[in-house]
């Protein structure tokens, strides 16, 4: 459960990105989650909610974009989005594989109510 | 409505303290490795039993990670190695600014080798870089082959893969060509050392492994 202090990490980022910028409400913080990251993103958002509680993110939305796993082989450049967390080539077998997209955690836009 | 594009890493300021961290390992010429597994996979056993072998020859210090007790920490104490725990009061991981804060209670100059044993924890510890050269994840035969298939992000990471407690497997169902397959199947260049800390069999190839990688950094 370290979805607490990826929470407390949302709301430091945010609350740099708003220092000195007058707003009303933050409406929305949109994230990009891949599934080697681990987040479970129901828990990201109860402890959002916790986490925001008396902070100018109270009553924040969480917009997550939970990314596929996509997979490049850098034997015969196949790109491919696997079922289970196989990592290797479904057309060449090999096992040379880069990850495009997956290992995301990322904080992509903040909205506001100005 | 206003859109603000923000583009930053949700863990951007635990990997900025994790560099700074692996600037001080670089500069003092000392080799660190982050040990994750599941509770009671056999981290202190693992430390137990390599220390003894390495200590002649480098010198070993170890960070202990746990939600309570020193326990741990006093297990290493008792070989005659220098220790320092962390009590993470419920935190489910280390991260990077613990070590920094703990950081001067070991001395790291004086070290050729650190060994940071995680939280007990397959999934959270996964995420947080501690500056480290190498993440070292356990696997044992009591908790079962699909473990990499199951928890793929840290095995993805790992540079090596400890599988324990070999002597057990043969009252149990584990078999440790699945583990492996399953480990390879997620990261194919795993180093993959198959062992008993209870035994001693296996070992030596673990420390072996350990040595070059400790001298190539003292190097």
């Known amino acids: 459960m370290h979805e607490i202090s990826l929470a407390e990490d949302i709301r430091r980022i945010a609350e740099g990105v708003l220092a000195g910028r007058p707003f009303k409400r933050v409406v929305r913080v949109r994230l990009k989650i891949g599934p080697l990251s681990g987040v479970n993103v129901d828990s990201l958002r109860f402890a959002m909610g916790i986490v925001a509680e008396g902070t100018p993110l109270d009553g924040v939305e969480l917009d997550v974009d939970c990314l596929p796993l996509q997979l490049s082989c850098q034997e015969c450049a196949t790109v491919f989005e696997p079922k289970e967390f196989e990592f290797t080539c479904p057309a060449c077998g090999s096992t040379r594989i880069k990850v495009i997209s997956g290992d995301e955690m990322d904080v992509e836009n903040i909205e506001i109510e100005e | ?219």
């Not at chain 2, 994750?36 to 220390?51: Q, W, Y």
């Not at chain 2, 072998?53 to 480098?58: C, M």
């Not at chain 2, 996964?126 to 079962?144: C, P, R, T």
């Not at chain 2, 699945?178 to 990261?187: L, P, S």
């Open chain 2, 1 to 219: 409505m206003e859109n603000i594009p923000v583009q930053q890493k949700i863990l951007s300021r635990n990997d900025e303290i994790a560099a700074s961290l692996r600037q001080v390992f670089d500069r003092q010429g000392v080799y660190v490795i982050n040990l994750i597994s599941s509770p009671g996979s056999g981290k202190t056993s693992l430390l137990e039993r390599i220390l003894p072998v390495l200590g002649p020859r480098f010198r070993c210090g170890v960070i202990e990670g746990d939600v309570q007790t020193e326990n741990d920490a006093r297990r290493i104490a008792r070989l005659g190695f220098p220790v320092h725990q962390i009590i993470t009061c419920g935190a489910c991981h280390l991260d990077a600014q613990m070590i920094s804060d703990h950081l001067d209670r070991l001395p790291v100059s004086d070290l050729d080798f650190l060994c940071i044993e995680n939280v007990g924890n397959l999934v959270c510890p996964s995420s947080y870089w501690l500056g480290e050269d190498a993440k070292i994840v356990i696997l044992s035969a009591a908790e079962g082959d699909d473990k990499p298939v199951k928890y793929p992000a840290v095995f993805r990471r790992a540079a090596a893969m400890v599988v324990n407690k070999t002597d057990l497997a043969q009252w149990s169902d584990f078999s440790q060509e699945t583990a492996i397959a399953n480990a390879r199947g997620i990261n194919p260049g795993i180093e993959v050392f198959p062992l008993s800390c209870r035994t001693g069999e296996g070992l030596l190839l673990f420390t072996d492994w350990l040595s070059g990688r400790i001298s190539a950094k003292k190097a």
